[in-house]
């Protein structure tokens, strides 16, 4: 194996198993021949569409998913993509959060642990749901139904983390950080009534397949 096959192998190797089993040596054998004499690296044209194929192929949904199935998934990389703003946002903003409290109550040390508190539970909170949302992600797109019922519940936990939020002065001294929270809620809150239509439900949940009647040892008479 020479060094531009072995190259061309590992970029192949980013598409699923039962897709290289039936596809690798016909897809590899196509790109060999179309190489240039003496070639030893894939070029960058040829490695963006192996790339670009397999995360399209790792990311559609199995069968003839629904449009609010395909519309719910899109949302959810949008969540992700919120959620991180949301975690950038809080960790950009925390010295001015720090300020305001600061000025409020000058010389109150308990205000300001308190707040460091907050601030570290809020970094992790963040990190962890950034990694909950990709697992959910990955789920929904391999079609499992605990995975939809997962987002319904994932989107409770937010309502309540907001109005905590809400509850505890956010919008006072940290209102960049309340903006960033009320767009990730409304993306997750359209993703769940996307995921709770008929549609989507009959997508996850597929009709159980016919009994056939056992008509005992001799069968009919």
């Known amino acids: 194996m020479n060094k531009l096959e072995r190259r061309y192998r590992r970029r192949l190797a980013c598409y699923p198993r039962a897709f290289r089993r039936e596809n690798e040596e016909e897809i590899l054998a196509v790109l060999l021949a179309c190489a240039e004499d003496g070639q030893q690296r ?5 490695t963006a569409d192996l790339l670009r194929g397999a995360l399209r192929m790792r990311l559609r949904p199995p069968g003839s998913p629904p449009r609010t199935v395909r519309a719910a998934i899109g949302l959810m990389f949008a969540g992700a ?5 949301t975690l950038i946002t809080i960790i950009v903003t925390a010295d001015r959060v720090r300020a305001a409290v600061a000025h409020s109550y000058p010389g109150l040390a308990a205000a300001q642990h308190a707040l460091n508190t907050s601030l570290t539970i809020d970094y992790f909170g ?11 992600i990955r789920g929904l797109i391999r ?8 987002v ?26 309340l903006v960033a929270g009320i ?7 359209a993703v769940t009534v996307l995921l709770v239509t008929g ?23």
Do not use: E, K
């Open 152 to 177: 319904a519940l994932n989107f409770g936990v937010t309502s309540l983390s907001l109005a905590i939020a809400i509850s505890d002065g956010t919008p006072t001294w940290a209102p960049a950080d």
């Open 126 to 136: 963040a990190g962890a749901g950034i990694a909950v949302w990709l697992l959910l």
């Open 42 to 46: 894939p070029g960058p044209a040829a």
């Open 183 to 189: 767009v990730f809620w409304l993306i997750a809150l």
């Open 81 to 85: 993509v919120a959620q991180v703003a």
């Open 143 to 150: 079609g499992r139904n605990r995975a939809r019922i997962a």
């Open 199 to 221: 549609a989507s439900s009959r997508y996850y949940q597929p009709a159980p397949r016919p009994v056939t009647p056992w008509r005992g040892t001799f069968g009919t008479m």
